[in-house]
């Protein structure tokens, strides 16, 4: 059966692409793209007139909590909040537990995703055992069983000859290391950003100074090695400057922003309390405009949600001991929308790169173009669309958002894995 998408925007961000035209898929590719000549009868006919026909998008910072935390997601649920969100490629992230920091696990998760989950499934591998921080993961097995890059995410990595090791082996099997920034001595304790509303909050709060001073730290390290560096969800103005001026000296670096750090402040915190609790947290206006500008100007190529679930009872701890983290998936194209696109901040084919070929490249993945005989990884969007966050409505397994109520505009409508719908609000 062949399967054709007619009518719609078809964008292919790597070259620029943007026409009004079709797209037919058969046997699980992209088989045309451009005028129809024959339609026949047994044609699977997808009716895409006035919305977006992009690459499958790519989300490379993901928990999926697998092996570990079923109650907060497992791979299957998780692919399919990835789904409804109009994401078809992911990366997780290795604070499982077992953390992935030997092949076994990491086989674990890539089998799991091959045959439970409907998007494609890419892993991260830890850099060190247990995200301990202390002993170095093997690296070179890691990666060859098919890890994408190596991070210790959600914590730092504190030992500068470790680090410094670490960034050697990276460069010389040239892996990306992808960097959470915590300096751990200066930030412990705090829940939210560390100003006016944590001292409303009575909340110790998280200075800014310690994710800017791993970032300095990594771009040294990165700079010293030639390793390839991706820093992880940014969220300060200066952690911007950082990674802006390490490019303009040629250091290779790129760096993510995740939707809740360019759309909302901390004073989420005192309308939604824990669900506003994530790290980096969020932090300032200024904060938030600084992200924008590094979106829009290139120093950050990637947007990545951390998707990050926790269950009710946990978030319903005091501000103190609720964990980190938010549902980030389902609501990310909205608020790319949202914020960065119809507020004219981002061009749509800028906004789309940096959600499908900008991360795929970044991580080495195969996934986020729309071209004659790539995999037929597709979403359709309708950037008009109009919706109200409900996350009683999430595929995800977890709720903990604190864009509940908000009012977003764009939403993905249709969303196909190498030719298989496997979400789909069209009704086709
Ligand atoms: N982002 C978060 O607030 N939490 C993440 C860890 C992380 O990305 O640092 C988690 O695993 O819950
Ligand atoms: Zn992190
Ligand atoms: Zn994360």
Not at 273 to 293: F, H, Q, S
Request: hydrophobic share 40%; net charge negative; with cysteine.
């Amino acid at each position: 059966m062949r399967t054709l998408i007619k009518n719609g925007t078809v964008i292919n961000p790597e070259t620029h692409f943007m026409e009004i035209t079709n797209v037919i898929i058969e046997d699980e590719k992209i088989v045309h793209i451009g005028p129809i000549t024959n339609v026949t009868v047994d044609d699977h006919i997808i009716d895409a007139s006035g919305l977006l026909v992009v690459p499958g998008l790519v989300d490379i910072h993901v928990h999926f909590r697998d092996p570990g935390f079923p109650q907060k997601e497992t791979i299957s649920s998780g692919a399919l909040s990835a789904a409804a969100g109009g994401f078809t490629s992911v990366v997780c992230m290795p604070n499982t537990k077992p953390s992935i920091d030997t092949v076994e696990t990491l086989e674990y998760v890539l089998r799991t995703g091959l045959e439970q989950a409907v998007v494609k499934v890419y892993s991260s591998a830890a850099l060190t055992y247990g995200i301990e921080g202390k002993v170095l993961t093997e690296m070179e097995s890691l990666k060859q069983a098919g890890a994408v890059t190596f991070t210790d995410d959600g914590r730092t990595v504190m030992d500068p000859k470790l680090v410094y090791t670490a960034f050697r082996k990276a460069a010389e099997l040239d892996v990306p290391i992808s960097s959470h920034c915590e300096d751990h001595h200066l930030v412990s304790g705090g829940s939210l950003n560390q100003g006016e509303v944590s001292n409303q909050l009575g909340d110790p709060g998280i200075p800014r100074l310690g994710e800017e001073l791993i970032i300095a730290r990594d771009i040294l390290f990165a700079e010293e090695t030639g390793a390839q560096l991706h820093i992880q969800h940014v969220s300060t103005a200066r952690g911007v400057q950082l990674i802006r001026e390490a490019k303009a000296r040629g250091v290779r670096v790129t760096g993510e922003g995740a939707p809740h750090h360019f759309s909302i402040t901390d004073e989420q915190a005192l309308l939604c309390g824990t669900l506003a609790k994530v790290n980096p947290p969020l932090r300032t206006k200024e904060d938030v405009e600084a992200v924008i500008a590094g979106l829009a100007d290139g120093t950050l190529e990637a947007i990545a949600t951390d998707h990050a679930p926790h269950t009710a009872e946990e978030k319903a701890r005091p501000l103190g001991e609720a964990p980190f983290g938010l549902v980030g998936l389902e609501t990310a194209v909205g608020l790319t929308f949202t914020f960065l696109v119809h507020s004219g901040r981002l061009s749509l084919m800028d906004a789309l790169a940096k959600l499908t070929v900008n991360p795929s490249e970044i991580m080495g993945l195969p996934s986020g173009r729309l071209t004659k005989g790539s995999d037929a990884d597709i979403t359709i969007l309708d950037p008009q669309k109009e919706w109200t966050v409900d996350p009683e409505q999430f595929k995800s397994q977890s709720r903990n958002s604190p864009f509940a109520g908000m009012k977003l505009k764009g939403k993905a409508v249709l969303t196909m894995v190498n030719g298989t719908v496997v979400y789909d609000e069209m009704l086709n």
